[in-house]
């Protein structure tokens, strides 16, 4: 961390919008990224990127071991410093409009909720610290609520839309990779209601019994909101029961029903991820408000 603060700048992007982005930002993407191994812009090009402000890609790597990143790190900051283009000013790129679908902001009016996920309990013991890290992780997503979602929240009342974008593309167990979201079929059991500014509920979502990748979440809905001239300033909820199963890039899950929980907190937009679109929503942002 403090190589990074000292000697780069950092950026976290959604390497899916930025291969296809049409826009200065996508370019400038497209220019390093292509140097790399992944240079099929129709394919996914993720990895760990270190470039110069011209767009000379310096180092190209998509391992998580963190000594190996480290070393990694190092060796292309002394690339760098030994080479013609840390003693070259580079002019500043235009920054442009961003093309609107890749660049998606919350509805107007709306709400934004911070999501986290983990699993409580389960696992194996862990063979290696890779593996322990894992089993540790979080989940983070942010949930969007439309205009008209947020005044009936403000009634006391739960909208039925909110309640179900909430199961299906946020009952997720994403703490181990990108998650498969739930289809519209597979949500069994879902209701909620508020009772002065209490929310309870429960919920049960199941695949198939013969599905490939057979996955089961069943629970509880606890919370509270609180609401000021029409405004909601509180939405704490939390979702706690059991977990089975596992999706193509989850592997790994715990054997058997596992505890899970997923927890919402209203989001107060001065935390940078704050503005990071729902990973449901990636590519159908009408999709994911509206779900079919």
């Known amino acids: ?29 497209r220019a390093f990224a292509k140097q790399g191994p992944r240079a099929d812009m129709q394919a996914t090009t993720q990895g760990f ?16 071991n963190p000594e190996k990143l480290l070393r990694l790190l190092r060796e292309a900051r002394e690339r760098f410093a030994s080479s013609e283009a840390s003693r070259v000013e580079v002019a500043p790129r235009p920054r442009g409009e ?34 322990r890290a894992m089993q540790r992780s979080l989940g983070r997503d942010n949930l969007w609520l439309t205009r008209d979602e947020h005044a009936e929240l403000a009634r006391g009342a739960f909208p039925a839309s909110a309640l179900e974008r909430l199961a299906r ?9 990108e998650p498969p979201m739930w289809a519209k079929q597979e949500v069994r059991t879902l209701h909620a209601r ?59 899950a715990p054997p058997g029903e596992f505890p899970f929980a997923v927890a919402f907190e209203l989001a107060d937009g001065q935390a940078l991820a ?5 990973q449901g929503s990636r590519g159908w942002v009408d999709g994911y408000l509206r779900p079919r």
């Open 194 to 252: 508020i009772v002065n500014g209490v929310i309870e509920g429960r919920f049960e979502l199941a695949t198939e019994k013969d599905a490939g990748e057979a996955r089961r979440y069943h629970g509880e809905l606890r919370g509270r909101v609180e609401v000021r001239d029409g405004v909601v300033t509180r939405c704490d909820l939390v979702a706690l029961g059991g977990f089975r199963g596992e999706g193509r890039y989850t592997q790994h």
């Open 274 to 278: 704050d503005a990071i679109p729902p």
């Open 169 to 177: 593309f946020h009952f997720v167990d994403n703490t181990r990779g």
């Open 98 to 131: 961003r093309e609107a679908r890749y660049a998606p902001r919350p509805p107007e009016g709306g709400l934004v909720l911070r999501v986290r996920s983990q699993v409580l309990g389960g696992y194996p013991e862990p063979t290696d610290e890779v593996q």
């Open 49 to 64: 990127y270190v470039a110069t402000a011209a767009g000379e890609l310096l180092l190209y790597n998509n391992n998580r």
């Open 1 to 29: 961390m403090e190589l990074l603060r000292a000697h780069f700048v950092p950026v976290a992007l959604d390497q899916a919008y930025e291969r296809r982005e049409q826009d200065a930002w996508g370019e400038f993407y």
